[in-house]
């Protein structure tokens, strides 16, 4: 039960400094300064303005000092955060490993979510992903398998944006899949890929707007997520079609 709480703790907080780098690192700010800050009146906050969750809930979702609305992202995404971390507890078996895999999918979110609001993915969240995903598995093998799905990738980008004469799919996808391969394997990894592009796919059609560009990674990222928690589902249901 410590452990879990320990997850818990460190989830929230590191939801609360995802929140920053969600904010900063597209603009190239510094995460570390200035310090947190209101963004309408640009008061410093106190140290315990910045209780992740806790703080948001006893404010009322309001500045304490010019009582300008807080966004709902930064409740949020601590909630998330949490959970990720919480269910990465129950899904691994080491508390070392739960805690690699639970930092990875917490950078996943924030890139998902950068990538939505700027169609940008930042070096600084996407290369540190990349590195822990070597570490969820045997190191050898993790590399292999994210490679492998680097290149697949980056032979798809280049074949793709020959036919269509123009740029298709980003860098920052092909880091993604190298992340799927290593984290999932060769046979889970190319699930979680299919469910991914069926899943933008859906998001495609829901938008429906002239020029926009939806982003591939949050379908990605939600793609390897699902598959991941429910490998042994999938692995059973690839047995039976391939019979």
């Known amino acids: 039960m410590a452990e879990l709480f ?3 703790a460190i989830g929230l907080c590191f939801g609360s400094f995802l929140n920053v780098a969600i904010l900063r690192i597209p603009k190239n700010e510094s995460v570390s300064l200035p310090s947190s800050h209101c963004p309408i009146c640009k008061h410093s906050l ?10 948001w809930i006893a404010l009322r979702g309001k500045c304490a000092f010019c009582h300008s609305p807080i966004s709902y992202q ?7 955060t949490m959970l990720l ?4 507890f129950y899904r691994q078996e080491s508390l070392t490993q739960g805690l690699i895999v639970a930092t990875l999918f917490a ?29 969820t598995h045997e190191p050898l093998l993790a590399l292999q398998n994210g490679l492998l799905f680097m290149g ?9 944006s020959s036919v269509l004469k123009k740029e298709a799919m980003g860098e920052a996808d ?9 984290l999932l394997g060769i046979k889970l990894g190319c699930a979680a890929i299919y469910l991914g592009a069926i899943l933008a796919l859906v998001g495609f059609i ?3 707007k002239k020029g926009y560009e939806l982003p591939f990674i949050p379908f990605l990222s939600l793609g390897l997520f699902v598959t991941w928690v429910f490998d042994t589902q999938i692995l059973k249901l690839l047995e039976i079609m391939y019979e």
């Open 46 to 55: 106190k140290w315990y303005h910045n209780i992740p969750l806790l703080s």
């Open 85 to 88: 971390f919480v269910v990465s």
């Open 107 to 135: 950078l996943l979110l924030a890139l998902s979510l950068i990538d939505l609001r700027y169609k940008a993915v930042p070096d600084l969240l996407s290369l540190p992903a990349l590195f822990l995903s070597f570490l």
């Open 74 to 80: 930064y409740p949020l995404i601590e909630m998330f």
């Open 152 to 160: 697949a990738f980056a032979l798809l980008r280049m074949v793709i």
């Open 206 to 208: 829901m938008v429906r």
């Open 174 to 182: 092909i880091i993604i899949a190298g992340i799927i391969g290593a």
């Open 6 to 8: 320990l997850y818990i």
